[in-house]
C-alpha cells in the first residue's frame, strides 16, 4: 500500500503563486511515476503535470510556463509550485502515484483563484 498526503492548496487571486506538496509513504517502488491532476464539477479529471523517478516531466498545454513538478532525492515528495495562477486553474488537485501497475491517489486538495 502507498499513502499519499497533500497539502498546500488554498485561496489566491489571479496572478499569485501556491505550491502544492505530495509526501508518500509505505511500499514505495524506486522505479515510479507521480503526478498532479485536477478535475472541476462535472467534467474528467485531467493531467496537469507528471515526473517519472529519473526526473522526466510532462505538462498539460495550459500550464506550461506557469507551473513546474519536482520531486525531492528520496522521490518521495513531489511539489508543484504554481505561478501566474488564473481563475481556470480552480479546481481540486489530486496526486498520483503509479509503479508496476499499482495506482494510487491522494484525497485531494482545493485549489480556487479569483479574479
Known amino acids: 500500500q502507498v499513502q499519499l498526503v497533500e497539502s498546500g492548496g488554498g485561496l489566491v487571486q489571479a496572478g499569485g503563486s501556491l505550491r502544492l506538496s505530495c509526501a508518500a509513504s509505505?511500499?514505495?517502488?524506486?522505479?515510479?511515476?507521480m503526478g498532479w491532476y485536477r478535475q472541476t464539477p462535472g467534467k474528467q479529471r485531467e493531467l496537469v503535470a507528471s515526473i517519472g523517478s529519473g526526473g522526466s516531466t510532462d505538462y498539460a498545454d495550459s500550464v506550461k510556463g506557469r507551473f513546474t513538478i519536482s520531486r525531492d532525492g528520496a522521490r518521495k515528495t513531489m511539489v508543484l509550485q504554481m505561478n501566474s495562477l488564473k481563475p481556470e486553474d480552480t479546481a481540486v488537485y489530486y496526486c498520483?502515484?503509479?509503479?508496476?501497475?499499482?495506482?494510487?491517489w491522494g484525497q485531494g486538495t482545493q485549489v480556487t483563484v479569483s479574479p
Open positions: 509505505g511500499s514505495i517502488f524506486s522505479i515510479n511515476t
Open positions: 498520483k502515484y503509479i509503479s508496476y501497475g499499482r495506482v494510487y
